[in-house]
């Protein structure tokens, strides 16, 4: 369209009506006295500068619009909070800004992500009321009537603007039959026509509408990030805060934009009641329900000491104190996981949102503490946490988990424990395994480590003993055995797999390489090499492979009984017999019972199957005898 328009009535003053279709750059209408707008809305971004923490998208999208390589739909995901409507936003005012020429700049008319003022377009695209930005919620219309109504509507060309715009929020939540019905004209749309579409849940979006989009994921932002945004937004607000306060901010939004303005709203509220000039951490933890800190580091260090009393003291205090039992075992996972990093990568202590005292505590654990202890901490942890969102009593399942911690925080490693047992001389009695109660992590290595024997006797005994202990208790020279082995040991599922499923490729002592037939499960091998170890007591390789392999066990059974059966219905009595009686089926054939043969089977006695023989019955009966 030109840019002659004729502005509305309001913006000159005349006494035009207006239809309400021209969208000038009108001032924002006045707020109501005494209304409020949350933090979240106010400080919304409207350009791509404002936007924080996704440098990789907004650069690749400066580049597109820059080389006119506009994209005709685009597929925002991340986690709440992080921009994706807010982005879809702006790339409708890109798509359509518009900024005619004046104090001697050129006109803009085409698309771009620079827009350093308000253009004809934007402030009714920002307050979501331009006729040809259409937004929908998909959440609340999921049905293909809604999407048909999209794809009307797309034919018609924008009223006002260059681009007619459509905004799916949580494009998830619309129905297959939905999608099916959008894919045609996603994949190729008017010239006119833009889709732009956010979700929260990607997988949730079917890879054929994924194929047709241009997807950018939205990053979490990163604490130091969000923090100077935080701060920022509180001198404008002319509110204090402690900047501990925001660090606790910043944890407890977990990298979401719009959470932490909440959070943050919250605070001014709670903080700043009764005269107070400055929001304080510890408020802040009363409001938030949180663990201290510093508290929290030493608990971590009365675990670590195997002092149970004073662990389940400082996590009471904590408790009576407000904070979630739940939420103080997730601050010492989170210490653990930082003691970890430290450990690998000590330049983490230099993060802007660690405090001094914890940068300088953590990193003593990390100088102290070997990796096993810290892995093994962070395993009980996790699951104790996962155990307590079902508990009816937290504090006493948090008790406990910090109970294991403690008793578990002196217990030998598993190199500790193998060391342990090659150096101890043979014949030595070993001593007990330390328990929790005051020995600490330190401890565990002083109790565990013994100096080595000089003698070399004292090195090949425990190391006898072990072969000795290695060898196998049953020997398996074919793969029959293995089968045999499982009936023995009344794994009657496992043997009718192998006999069914398994084509053997390879057998060896010690190794077993088959192919799987159709429809078997692919967790066979698994757990034929897990049952082997109990029964033989030494570790089998048992792979699948890509070969053929022989028929299976009771395919070769069955070929075996069809040649039996083809031989007997050859033989010329069980003709007879089969004429004189009509209708008569030969059902099984059997061997007539032998004398018992010795037993050379190394596992158990072997079947004697007498009947490869098919002739015998020929020395049985003779036509005479009928």
Known sequence: MSDDRKPDASATGGDEPSLGLDLGAAPAPAEKPGAYRVLARKYRPSNFDDLIGQEAMVRTLSNAFDMDRIHQAYLLTGVRGVGKTTTARILARAFNYEMPAQGGKPAITRPTIHMPELGNHCQAIIESRHIDVIEMDAASHTGVDDVREIIENARFRPVMARTKVFIIDEVHMLSKSAFNALLKTLEEPPEHVKFLFATTEIDKVPVTVRSRCQRFDLRRIEPDVLINHLAMICEKENVKIEREALVLIARAAEGSVRD??????????????????????????????????????????????????????????????????????????????????????PSDRNDSSVSPEEAKRGSEFAATLSMPVLTRSWQLLTKGIHDMKDAARPLAAADMVIVRLTYAADLPTPDDVIRRLQSAPAGEPRA???????????????????????????????????????????????????????????????????????????????????????????????????????????????????????????????????????????????????????????????????????????????????????????????????
């Open 260 to 345: 932490s303005l909440s959070i943050l709203d919250q605070a001014i509220a709670h903080g700043l009641n009764a005269g107070a000039e400055m929001i304080a951490a510890n408020s802040l933890r009363e409001m938030l329900g949180v663990a201290d800190r510093s508290r929290v580091i030493d608990l971590f260090e009365s675990v670590m000491k195997g002092d149970a009393a004073t662990a389940l003291g400082i996590l009471k205090d904590q408790y009576d104190m407000g904070a979630d039992p739940a939420h103080v075992l997730t601050s010492l996972a989170e210490f653990v996981h930082f003691v970890t990093r430290l450990k690998l990568v």
């Open 432 to 626: 007990p395994a330390p328990r929790g109660g005051g020995g600490g992590g330190g401890a565990s290595a002083a109790a565990v480590a013994r100096p080595l024997s000089a003698s070399p006797a004292a090195h090949q005994a425990p190391r006898a003993q072990a072969q000795t202990d290695a060898q196998p208790r049953v020997r398996l020279a074919r793969f029959e055995d293995v089968v045999t082995l499982a009936q023995v040991n009344r794994d009657i599922q496992l043997k009718i797999a192998l006999e069914r499923d398994v084509r053997l490729v390879r057998f060896d002592e010690g190794s077993i390489e088959f192919s799987l037939a159709p429809g078997s499960s692919p967790q066979l091998a698994q757990t034929l090499q897990r049952r082997l170890q109990e029964w033989t007591g030494i570790r089998w390789m048992v792979v699948i492979s890509r070969e053929e392999g022989a028929p299976t066990l009771k395919e070769q059974a069955d070929a075996k009984a069809e040649v039996q059966m083809t031989g007997v219905r050859a033989l010329p009595l069980v003709r007879k017999v089969l004429d004189h009686f009509p209708g008569a089926e030969i059902i099984a054939i059997r061997a007539p019972e032998m004398e018992e043969q010795p037993t050379t089977a190394a596992i158990a006695p072997e079947t004697v199957d007498a009947s490869d023989d098919i002739g015998y019955a020929d020395q049985i009966y003779t036509e005479d005898d009928l």
